[in-house]
C-alpha cells in the first residue's frame, strides 16, 4: 500500500511540475511574440516615417524652387536683374531653405532610427523572453522530478 501511494504522489508531483512548467514556458513565449510583433511595428513606423520624409522633402524643395523663381522674377522685374546684391540674396535665400530641407531629413532619420533602436531592443527581449521559456519549463519539470523522488523515497520508507 505505501509503494502505490509513494507511486501516486511521486506521479502527482511530477505531473504538477510538468503543468507548472508549461504554463510559465506557455506565459514568457506569449510575451515574446507579443514583443515580436511590437518590434514589426515599429519596423513599419521607421518605414512610414522615411516615406512621409521623402515626400515632404520633395514638397519643400519644389517650394524652393518655386521661392527663388519668384525672387528672381522680382528682381528681374525691380530692375535688379542679375546684380551682385540680387544674386547674393537669392544664393542665402537658397542656402536657408535648402538647410531648412536638411534639417528636416535629419529629423525624419533621426525618428526612423529610433523606431528602429526599439525595435531591436524589442527583438532582444523576445530572444530573452524565448530562451526564459524553455529554462523555466526545465526548471519546473526538474523540480517536479526532485519531489517525485522526495515523495517516493519519504512514502516508501513508511512499510
Known amino acids: 500500500m505505501a509503494i502505490g501511494l509513494a507511486v501516486t504522489m511521486g506521479a502527482l508531483n511530477f505531473a504538477s511540475g510538468f503543468l507548472q512548467g508549461k504554463q510559465a514556458e506557455n506565459e514568457y513565449k506569449a510575451k515574446a511574440e507579443q514583443l515580436r510583433q511590437q518590434a514589426a511595428v515599429y519596423r513599419r513606423n521607421a518605414a512610414t516615417v522615411r516615406m512621409n520624409g521623402a515626400l515632404n522633402e520633395d514638397a519643400m524643395r519644389s517650394q524652393k524652387r518655386a521661392t527663388i523663381a519668384s525672387a528672381s522674377a522680382a528682381a528681374g522685374e525691380a530692375g535688379m536683374g542679375e546684380s551682385p546684391t540680387t544674386t547674393t540674396a537669392l544664393a542665402t535665400t537658397s ?65
Open 95 to 159: 542656402s536657408a531653405l535648402e538647410q531648412n530641407i536638411l534639417n528636416r531629413r535629419y529629423e525624419t532619420e533621426s525618428e526612423a532610427e529610433n523606431y528602429l533602436y526599439q525595435a531591436r531592443v524589442a527583438e532582444e527581449e523576445a530572444r530573452q523572453y524565448r530562451k526564459t521559456a524553455s529554462n523555466m519549463f526545465v526548471s519546473n519539470m526538474l523540480s517536479g522530478l526532485s519531489s517525485a523522488v522526495g515523495s517516493y523515497n519519504k512514502y516508501k520508507g513508511i512499510q
